[in-house]
């Protein structure tokens, strides 16, 4: 996928939604699946998708992130490539496998902010992007939700209506993108 492009069709949007999995992480931990903690392939990861954020001006100024560890650290990875600016909640709900709560962090999301990074976990993440996207989305980025979205992997989408706005099905679909895409 060519990120010159998606970052073009990204700026003919005024909010521009990014929802991301949680980079590579552990198997399994003693203290159960909300502490597993990110792996150094996982901490690349969200490096290298902040920096390919951040090279196709997608910084976002809201990040709303899981509060699970792994979620956490994807997080602040990606920070120390944002900075300071992005304005960063916790949310358990993120982290308790349900779709309304990706609903419920846009329609809690204030009008001034116009790039939210919304980081979670699967099958929430893909499902979530399902529901989101418009019907007039590219088939071939829809299939790739179908799949199921991979460690550090983005859903971008594009609207014109303030996030809080937003209901199922009116996204415009941008792309699906792995790390490995940047």
Known sequence: MNLKKVAKKAKDHKYVLILMRHAKTEPSSSKGDFERQLTDKGLKQAKRVAKGLRDMNLVPDQIDCSSATRAQQTCERMLKVFGDDP????????????????????????????????????????????????????????????????????????????????????????????????
């Open 87 to 182: 304005k960063v909640d916790y949310h358990k709900s993120l982290y308790e496998e349900s779709i309304q709560s990706i609903f419920d962090v846009l329609a809690g999301c204030k009008e001034k902010r116009h790039t939210l990074l919304v980081i979670s976990h699967e099958p929430v993440v893909s499902l979530a992007s399902q529901w989101l996207a418009s019907t007039a989305s590219d088939p071939s980025q829809l299939d790739l939700l179908n799949l199921g979205m991979t460690t550090a992997g983005i859903a971008i989408f594009g609207s014109d209506i303030p996030f809080r706005k937003w209901d199922v099905h009116q996204a415009d679909l941008i792309a699906v993108l792995t790390p490995k895409d940047f």
